[in-house]
């Protein structure tokens, strides 16, 4: 857990160009305005995740997100974990760094639910505290599934 943490590293534009598929997770803070902008900052990671045994994070804030980007207007808080190219966890709700530690942690050591009914997302979402959410196929369905009906959870969500 320690080890995951202490990888954890802002990047710069310079750094985001030089990311190569490197068999990690990436877990990405965003802050942005709305959810209409949230998959296009999705994609941005997208190409360079990879998963096999090793963990590295990424953070990202409006300071330095790819310039491309910055045009939006972004206020709130957004969390995402990436896992094979799709986004896993999405929360736009406050998160504290114990919290955060927690679900670093869970990412590490749960495999992914993969869900595509609103009763799937239920079961595995109860299941465990930081469950960690995915989909085979379908991402703009399963991003739909997810902000409708997580959000209905409250600070279950964290």
């Known amino acids: 857990m320690a080890l995951s943490i202490n ?3 802002f990047v710069d534009d310079k750094e985001f160009r030089n990311l190569t598929k490197s068999n990690n997770i990436v877990v990405a803070l965003i802050l942005e305005e709305s959810t209409d902008h949230f998959w296009q900052y999705c994609e941005v990671f997208s190409h360079s995740v990879e998963i096999e045994t090793n963990a590295t994070f990424t953070v990202v804030t409006e300071l330095n997100a790819p310039r491309i980007y910055r045009k939006y207007t972004m206020t709130e808080p957004c969390y995402a974990f990436f896992f094979n190219n799709t986004a896993l ?3 736009r709700a406050s998160i504290d760094l114990q919290i955060l530690k927690h679900i670093l942690a869970a990412s590490l050591l749960h495999q992914p639910a993969k869900v595509s009914t609103i009763e799937e997302f239920n079961q595995k979402f109860d299941a ?5 959410i995915t989909t085979e196929e379908y991402i703009e369905d399963a991003h739909d599934l997810y902000i409708k009906h997580s959000f209905s959870k409250g600070k279950n969500l964290i």
């Open 128 to 132: 465990f505290r930081y469950t960690i």
């Open 7 to 9: 990888r954890v590293k």
């Open 89 to 91: 966890f999405a929360t």
